[in-house]
């Protein structure tokens, strides 16, 4: 692990174009490498992208373990590169949406893009900020994991084991949260969401912790581009959180999915997003 680490450092101290093509063939090198992975992400693109055909699918799989594998090597820039190489590396796109509201309550929506890291460290240039994380087992990744993530200095983390008191108090502090809810986490605190077309269990959290700090909810999603990254925030939600916690819940999804379909190869793919079944239906992933 170690190692492994000081690999990406090496890794980190090369030209950005060598470091993205290295990270590219890792991807390819794993998709190769990992079937449990590659059938898990497989699944998923069908079921979110049936009207696509068979050979498509296949070319974004492979698209989408390259995209993973970049973005794992350009963690090294994060990570111990200066703040004018994260600078370059990450662009802010219409951040005054949430330079408007800096002074009260927001949650910043991070849905789960492989660029998720990117933006929420390159955010910490520019505003202080709240983030939940979930610790590591083992105790040298967990503290090297939550030193990088703080390594300017300007990050609150919450683990995710203490629960949603000091969310809050983050919160009224007015600290932005940088949040991810778009996870499976089982029937706890969830409802069941559609998500392209198939039920998801989708935790509640975001309306609910809107609803107890007063807070307003800002998305901001960061895609890989041929050039490095671009967090673009999207308005602050009107009329959110409603007095419906599963229309809420609705609301964050189909705005995820819209997301989605504009950088297919770029979410998450390779998590199990939908492991958590309603009773009596059949798990898709056996």
Excluded at 94 to 116: M, N, S, T
Excluded at 244 to 267: G, K, L, S, W
Aim: glycine share 6%.
């Amino acid at each position: 692990m170690r190692f492994g680490l000081f690999l990406l450092w090496l890794l980190s101290r090369l030209p950005w174009p060598l470091v993205r093509g290295i990270g590219k063939m890792i991807g390819l090198f794993f998709y190769l490498v990992s079937p449990h992975r590659r059938r898990i992400a497989r699944i998923n693109l069908r079921l979110c992208f049936p009207e696509v055909s068979e050979k498509q699918r296949r070319r974004l799989l492979r698209e989408h373990f390259m995209a993973t594998g970049r973005s794992l090597i350009e963690r090294g820039i994060l990570w111990w590169s200066s703040e004018a190489a994260v600078r370059r590396l990450v662009r802010l796109e219409d951040l005054e949406h949430l330079q408007a509201h800096i002074g009260r309550p927001i949650i910043v929506l991070a849905p789960h893009f492989v660029g998720l890291d990117m933006g929420g460290l390159r955010l910490t240039l520019e505003v202080e900020v709240a983030s939940v994380y979930g610790p590591q087992r083992n105790q040298f990744m967990d503290s090297f994991i939550k030193r990088a993530r703080n390594r300017f200095g300007r990050t609150r983390l919450i683990s995710r084991k203490d629960g949603p008191r000091p969310i809050i108090t983050a919160l009224r502090d007015n600290l932005p949260l940088y949040y991810l809810p778009d996870q499976d986490f089982g029937r706890r605190n969830a409802v069941f969401a559609p998500f392209f077309g198939h039920l998801a269990s989708t935790v509640t959290a975001l309306p609910r912790i809107a609803q107890m700090a007063g807070a307003i909810v800002i998305p901001c999603v960061t895609y890989q581009t041929p050039k490095g990254y671009v967090a673009r925030f999207y308005p602050a939600w009107e009329n959110y959180p409603s007095d419906d916690v599963d229309a809420d819940t609705r609301r964050m999804n189909a705005f995820i999915e819209t997301c989605v379909r504009e950088a297919p190869a770029q979410y998450y793919w390779l998590h199990r997003r939908f492991k958590t079944r309603p009773e009596g239906e059949a798990s898709f992933y056996r």
